[in-house]
Each structure stands twice: as structure tokens, then as C-alpha cells.
């Protein structure tokens, strides 16, 4: 009876102004300054109970940009070492998403299965971080839109018509998750004829929400069958959608650079098949007699021997190709691993690999696609 309770998370004091001024939440901005370093994190967590950041900044207090497996274990052992635990967990959700950190003495054992271990003497059993492909983790083409139950069947239409959806999740009050409505449901509301109300025109058969943590694989047969499932959090409110176009998108995203760097690497083997074994081995310093025996790695080395060079006989720049394969190589060594988060500069060096094998199709004309 004596706890005093401060609106102090989220904008929460100027959105309960807001809404008593116009009854619209205008949201969490997230526009909060990140701890500087550890040690600000620790104080503010003693001083507040909780910090909330998002997981960039999170991971950017060690320095991390992305969830690497390296970044994992370094944040996961400080977290553990200080006491910390993350709800949710930093790995089920968006980069940018925005997570609480708390001390792992207040956050409550039964209702914590959302959070970041750090229970346990040793931090391979405190670490359950893993590399799991979950909903949460699929980039979503935009922020999700949804109708209140009360709102206008023209409304939802206007909506669809000019976001160019396919769905909308229909909410209450609290946003929390009723029902959704479809194209589909509205075609077929309307064969009955008659004023149709939106409520009236929702979904008869529509898949159960997920939650951000849940495995992608699990709910699939879901996406497939719908062409969408609407995503909540612990308490049924909407926070987003996974869409088939966003897991086309994410698919493409995550192909598409193995599929160039193949084809890459196809063309650099085809023009120095024929090269001499004497020149091939002074691009690496393991045994290779021939091209398959070299990585892609190895091809920067190999073609800044000016002997190599001249034997290639290639109409460019030398320096220039071999920069290019370094950065290349670089590239592909940091997409070798099915990270969680791709490079951020991921657009730039995949543009970088594109030029480059337009150059290679110039001098290697006989190689086609895989």
C-alpha cells in the first residue's frame, strides 16, 4: 500500500496526457537516449528496477552492430556475470525492436520464459541463445495496421486498398487481438447482400497468433495456407504480421548473395583452369595443382602476382580487380554463417559482388547461371 508507481516507461506520462487530451495513444517513440556503456546500464537498472533500449543499442554496448555468434556469447556472459536478464529475449525480435533489462532478483521465475537466461553456475547453461530462424526474427515490410471492431466495413476497405493489404487484424480498445479480416471474407460476406459491417465481415477461419519467440518452421503450414499470421505479445496485443510476401522477401534476401557468390567464384575457376600449377600455387600456400583446389579467398593473392596477372590477360586494372576480391572475399566470410541479423551494410557489398561479376561475365562469356 506504500509502493509510489511512476509513469516512467515508454512516453507512458505524455501518452496518458495524450490520451486524456484527445483519447489517441500516440505511442512509444523510442527516441530515449542508450546507456553509454555497462556500468550506466547497471546503475540505471539499480536506480529504475528496469531499462528499456532496443537490441541495437543493446548489443552496441560491446561494440556489436549485429547477433553474430561471437556477439551472443560476449553479451550473454556479461549478462550473466551482472545479473541481468532481457525480456524478451534479444534474440526472438527485430534489431530495432525495444527489450526491458532488469535484475535477475526482480524478474519472476514463472512468468520469465520470454527473457534471457542467466540462471545457472555456468554460462554454457546460462547461455540458450541459439541460432533458431523465429517469427520474430522475419523483417516485416512495414508497421502493422489494423481496424478497432467499431470501426467502418469502408473504413478496413480504404485501408487495404490504399496499404495494399491483404488482411487487417481487428483490435479492441487495447489493441489486443479479435478477429481479422480478409479480401476474401468480404467477397464472400457480400454474396449474402445487405449493409455488411466490418464485424460481420471478418474472417470465419483465420490461423492462432504467434508470438515472436515461436520457431518460423512451426507455423509455416500456417503462412501457407492463410498467407499470413498476425503476431502478439503476452497479453494478446497486436505488434506486427508476417506476411508470404515478407518470408518471399526475407528468402530472397538471404539467397540471393549465395547465389552470386556461386556464380562468382564458377567464373573465377573457369579462367584460370588452364593456368599453370607453378602459377596457381602463388596464390596460396597450401598444396594446389589446380583451379577447384582454391578458395575464394584465395584469389586476391593469386591475381596480385603480376605473372598470374599477365597470364589472365584481362583488359582492367589490376590493383583495382584485386580490391575488388578482397572485398568480395571479405563479404562472403562475414555471410558464411546463418547469422541472425545480416551485415548492415549487407545492400552496398552485395552491389560491390554484382560489379564485380559483370566484370568476370566480360572475360568468362562461356559460363551461364547455376
Not at 523510442?30 to 536506480?47: F, K, Q
Not at 548492415?344 to 554484382?354: F, K, V
Request: charged share 30%.
Amino acid at each position: 500500500m506504500l509502493t509510489v508507481s511512476e509513469l516512467s516507461r515508454r512516453d507512458a506520462a505524455e501518452r496518458v496526457r495524450a490520451l486524456a487530451e484527445t483519447g489517441i495513444d500516440p505511442g512509444y517513440s523510442g527516441a530515449i537516449a542508450p546507456p553509454t556503456d555497462i556500468d550506466t546500464l547497471i546503475s540505471e537498472v539499480e536506480a529504475a528496477g528496469s531499462r528499456q533500449l532496443s537490441v541495437r543499442d543493446l548489443l552496441g554496448l560491446w561494440g556489436f552492430g549485429r547477433r553474430t555468434s561471437d556477439a551472443l556469447e560476449v553479451v550473454t556472459a556479461a549478462l550473466h556475470h551482472n545479473d541481468l536478464v532481457v525480456r524478451p529475449d534479444f534474440t526472438t525480435v527485430q534489431l530495432d525492436s525495444i527489450v526491458t533489462v532488469l535484475s535477475a532478483d526482480s524478474a519472476d521465475p514463472e512468468n520469465d520464459e520470454g527473457a534471457s537466461a542467466v540462471d545457472g553456475s555456468d554460462i554454457a547453461e546460462a547461455d540458450k541463445h541459439d541460432f533458431t530462424w523465429r517469427v520474430g526474427n522475419v523483417r516485416q515490410q512495414m508497421a502493422v495496421v489494423a481496424v478497432e471492431r467499431t470501426d467502418s466495413l469502408h473504413k478496413a476497405i480504404e485501408l487495404m486498398v490504399t496499404k495494399r493489404l491483404s488482411q487487417l487484424p481487428i483490435v479492441d480498445e487495447h489493441h489486443r487481438l479479435v478477429g481479422v479480416v480478409t479480401w476474401e471474407s468480404i467477397a464472400h460476406k457480400s454474396l449474402t447482400g445487405g449493409d455488411i459491417e466490418l464485424w460481420g465481415a471478418r474472417a470465419a477461419q483465420y490461423p492462432s497468433a504467434a508470438h515472436g519467440e515461436q520457431e518460423l518452421f512451426s507455423r509455416m503450414d500456417d503462412i501457407r495456407k492463410f498467407g499470413f499470421v498476425v503476431i502478439v505479445d503476452s497479453e494478446n496485443v497486436v505488434t506486427g504480421i508476417v506476411t508470404a510476401a515478407d518470408l518471399a522477401d526475407e528468402l530472397e534476401a538471404r539467397v540471393t548473395p549465395f547465389m552470386v557468390l556461386e556464380e562468382l567464384e564458377r567464373r573465377l575457376r573457369q579462367a584460370v583452369r588452364d593456368m599453370p600449377p607453378e602459377l596457381l600455387r602463388s596464390g596460396s600456400k597450401k598444396k594446389v595443382e589446380k583451379a577447384e583446389d582454391l578458395t575464394l579467398g584465395n584469389y586476391p593473392y593469386l591475381l596480385d602476382q603480376s605473372a598470374a596477372w599477365k597470364w589472365l590477360g584481362w583488359p582492367f586494372e589490376q590493383q583495382r580487380i584485386v580490391e575488388r576480391l578482397r572485398d568480395v572475399a571479405k563479404y562472403r566470410n562475414e555471410i558464411a554463417h546463418w547469422n541472425i541479423d545480416a551485415p548492415e551494410d549487407e545492400p552496398q557489398q552485395l552491389a560491390r559482388a554484382r560489379e564485380l561479376l559483370d566484370l568476370l561475365k566480360l572475360v568468362t562469356p562461356g559460363i551461364g547461371k547455376a
